[in-house]
């Protein structure tokens, strides 16, 4: 399954706080996603969730294998982890890990001739100023609760979300339709919609 929103500009001056709220929900295995739907759940082994920054906005997807009974499940808890993000402060020992999570992964920006030339290259690509990265940690480091509210609220809203489902229809259709996520568009195999 993916589930999808448009995601923000790259210069979006909300970027820092988007940044710590995609690793408080998605940000490896200690990101809400994993911990809920595996650890507490099992109903997935690993989700990734990934903004694909571009200049002008580009997809914010989280990918995800969920046990076919449970999908309808899943897809519920998702949501409601989405929507909580834009409604309730996330605690304050949750987003200092997070923020140090980012903090911690600059070097790998730079662990190698291949990276370190893409690092830079995004300066160039996306307008950024030139002291980007040496500003990095301390523009994190400044991110509030409110903050990661303020951008989950305006750039996640969960009834937005778009789901592409796939699985046997005879397990999941029922209890799918319950979920009342509007009018599914099927498509075959090959992309055809049906």
Do not use: C
């Not at 920054?53 to 989405?82: K, S």
């Not at 911690?104 to 190698?112: E, G, M, Q, Y």
């Not at 778009?162 to 799918?176: E, P, Q």
């Amino acid at each position: 399954m993916r589930v999808g929103i448009a995601g923000p500009f790259r210069r979006d001056k909300r970027y820092f706080a988007f940044e710590v709220m995609h690793t408080i929900l998605g940000g490896g295995f200690t990101g809400r996603i994993t911990q809920t739907l595996r650890e507490k759940m099992g109903i997935i082994y690993h989700a990734y969730l990934k903004q694909d920054w571009r200049d002008h906005g580009g997809p914010f997807v989280l990918d995800v294998a969920i046990d076919t009974p449970e999908t309808a499940r899943g897809i519920q808890t998702l949501i409601a982890m989405y929507g909580d993000l834009s409604k309730i402060e996330v605690p304050a020992a949750e987003l200092e890990k997070s923020k140090q999570n980012l903090i911690r992964a600059l070097p790998f920006k730079f662990d190698t001739n291949a990276t370190t030339a893409m690092t830079f290259a995004d300066l160039a690509i996306f307008r950024l100023p030139d002291a980007f990265y040496a500003t990095y940690a301390a523009n994190v480091g400044k991110i509030k609760a409110a903050d990661v509210r303020a951008a989950a609220k305006a750039l996640l809203p969960a009834d937005q979300l778009v789901f592409a489902v796939v699985g046997d229809l005879s397990k999941i259709r029922a209890s799918l339709e319950k979920l009342d996520l509007g009018k599914p568009v099927m498509f075959d195999a090959y992309g055809v919609a049906k």
